[in-house]
């Protein structure tokens, strides 16, 4: 069945980058109608979605989060991948991958998290 | 502060039913589908319930939603142990251009 195996660093210095990859397994990576989308989770709080990408390139992001954000495809590996510039306390986490339907397009199911990777604990410190 | 209203916890025994509010707006609730996900203590969340009342086929007929105006419903009927978890509303925002969530309600079955 479909994994979401998540890997990257769990701890990240203010003002660097926090890069996590998702790796896919057991499912369709390069194909419609899906979305691969990230969620975080800070300690003790609700979910906040920062964003998806298609197999394509194209992208929906949180606009609260757009201009420190990069995602990425590579299809090649069945991957896809967040970068979020300039961290601070604030981001400090748990970060989720995702796997949803495009339901941007109108002809199917909403939702960011049909099928959730195992989440990654990043704390940001020095 | 969530964009989506959530009692933060609620309580109920063993085979009870509990209904747990999510509140919005006209530019979440009011116009597209809510999603509930089930999150048991330290996993990752689970999808429950998708286009405002429908479920996954691995979901017990036990878990039923529903939406109503700017507001959506969870319901669980013969309450077990195991449903202590807490439980996220979430709703595309047409103003905001984002998926937002509830804060979260955190079920206790006593």
């Known amino acids: 069945q479909l994994q979401l195996q998540q890997s990257g660093p769990g701890l990240v210095k203010p003002s660097e980058t926090l890069s996590l990859t998702c790796t896919v397994s057991g499912g369709s990576f390069s194909s419609s109608p899906w979305y691969w989308g990230w969620i975080r989770q800070p300690p003790g709080r609700g979910l906040e979605w920062i964003g998806s990408i298609s197999y394509t390139g194209n992208t929906y992001d949180n606009p609260s989060l757009r201009s420190r954000l990069i995602m990425s495809v590579d299809s090649s590996k069945n991957q896809f991948s967040l970068k979020l510039n300039s961290v601070t306390a604030a981001d400090t986490a748990v970060y989720y991958c995702?796997?949803?339907?495009?339901?941007?397009?109108?002809?199917?199911?909403?939702?960011?998290?049909?099928?959730w990777g195992q989440g990654t604990l990043v704390a940001v410190s020095s | 502060q969530s964009v989506l209203t959530q009692p933060p916890s609620i309580s109920a025994a063993p085979g009870q039913k509990v209904a747990i509010s999510c509140s919005g707006s006209n530019s979440n609730i009011g116009n597209s589908y809510v999603t509930w996900y089930q999150q048991l203590p330290g996993t990752a969340p689970k999808l429950l319930i998708y286009e405002n009342n429908k479920r996954p086929s691995e979901i017990p007929d036990r878990f039923s939603g529903s939406k109503s105006g700017t507001s959506a419903t969870l319901v669980i009927t013969g309450l077990q142990t195991a449903d202590e978890a807490e439980y996220h509303c979430g709703v595309w925002d047409s103003s905001l251009r984002s998926e937002v969530f509830g804060g979260g309600t955190m079920l206790t079955v006593l």
């Open positions: 995702t796997r949803h339907y495009d339901f941007w397009s109108g002809y199917y199911p909403h939702g960011v998290g049909h099928h």
